[in-house]
């Protein structure tokens, strides 16, 4: 997969030569995909020009207005220009000279390296912690929250696995979520998340608090991930649970286990054989996709944890008060006075993106001050 080079060095000076070369490289790939020969290079070539897309799109508005900027000190230096025009053209550079700042900002956000899964879809996995019945009533929250938030951004959910509470709660949830960029915004809701309220189980009023634990792994694309079928072992065996008689009487459900490292899913939502083994075979690509990940980019676990915490299931990361109305994520010490809005997945967008900016500017001063990623 083609990576993007960092190109913001001390003193904020992004050198032009190196956004030639990121230009070049987009005109090539727009040439390629054009031409219509490159075979089997399609899928990955099209995946390196939309990550550069964004980025051809920062570099040209801020060459443009580098442009402006250059015109401006011309005629403001220009001797033979009179004083009125000499002061308009003042007012100007100084409206250039922050829309330039704010354009270089921009870029160099643009041109930190990224996550190789930030562009995946992704899969949720929730499960209720301690607390009992209003642990899973609280879970069941969590799971509706993701599925509106992903609704608002236009991504597509399918729920792979379901174990309610008797309560209508949720035991444990596994959820597919379809859109571009879906794993760059949800990865930092993994974690425990805890809630404060009065359960609907309490007759004295008292307050519990109790906890939901959250996974996010990418979802690997063809392109990014394979696995060998010799290394699998597939077993069907009949459904229980919900699901009427139909369940007990047809082998429908089915265990995958990946030979090699002992990890194992199953599956058995389904009615039909065939499609609890495309999405057990989806999950195992994602747990396995997601264990080598961890393995081989130890650098990246540990950044993460510098911002917003290593992700370990074990890690409190946000409290949701419903007495006080407050959300606080204690990653960045956000606290938000809106619990209705946020765990409806309504203003969800307004947590995330608290994080992502913090994300991006902790990675930012690293690098402008040499530590790197």
């Not at 250039?96 to 995946?120: G, T």
């Not at 309560?167 to 404060?196: C, N, P, S, T, W």
């Not at 109790?210 to 060998?228: C, G, H, Q, R, W």
Request: charged share 30%; with cysteine.
């Amino acid at each position: 997969m083609f990576l993007v080079p960092f190109c913001v060095l001390r003193g904020n000076m992004i050198p032009p030569e190196k956004l030639a070369r990121l230009v070049d490289r987009y005109d090539q790939l727009e040439a390629e995909l054009a031409s219509g020969q490159i075979g089997g290079e399609f899928a990955k070539l099209s995946k390196e020009h939309a990550e550069l897309v964004p980025i051809i799109r920062a570099i040209r508005a801020y060459q443009t207005a580098q442009r402006e900027l250059e015109g401006a000190n011309v005629l403001v230096n220009d001797p033979g220009s009179d004083a009125e025009m000499r002061e308009l053209a003042m007012d100007e550079r100084s409206v250039l000279k922050d829309r330039v700042a704010h354009l270089e900002r921009d870029l160099q956000i643009q041109l930190l390296p990224k996550d190789a899964a930030d562009a995946s879809s992704c899969i949720i996995e929730v499960r209720a912690g301690t607390g009992g019945d209003e642990a899973a009533l609280f879970a069941a929250d969590l799971l509706h929250m993701y599925q509106r938030y992903a609704q608002l951004q236009g991504w597509k959910t399918e729920i792979m696995e379901l174990s309610e509470s008797d309560l209508g709660g949720i035991k444990d949830a596994v959820m597919e979520v379809r859109g571009q960029g879906a794993y760059a915004k949800l990865k930092f809701e993994a974690g425990v998340h805890r809630v404060q309220r009065v359960p609907v189980t309490e007759a004295g009023g008292r307050i519990h608090t109790s906890a939901a634990t959250v996974a996010v792994l990418p979802e690997p694309e063809d392109v990014d991930f394979e696995l060998d079928e010799r290394d699998l072992r597939i077993d069907v065996f009949r459904a229980s649970g919900a699901g009427g008689q139909h369940v007990n009487k047809t082998e429908s459900a089915v265990r995958i286990t990946h030979l090699p490292t002992g990890i194992f899913v199953a599956q058995q939502t389904e009615k039909s054989q065939h499609k609890n083994k495309a999405q057990a075979m989806k999950l195992l690509k994602a747990r396995l996709y997601e264990r080598e990940r961890e393995k081989l980019d130890s650098a990246r676990a540990a950044e993460r944890k510098g911002m917003v915490g290593s992700g370990d299931r074990s890690e409190r990361i946000r409290t949701y008060n419903f007495p006080q109305g407050r959300v606080t994520d204690h990653r960045i010490n956000l606290t938000l006075y809106k619990l209705d809005r946020i765990i409806s997945g309504e203003d969800l967008g307004e947590v995330i993106d608290a994080l992502m900016a913090e994300d991006q500017a902790s990675r930012l001063a690293a690098m402008e001050q040499g530590a790197g990623p």
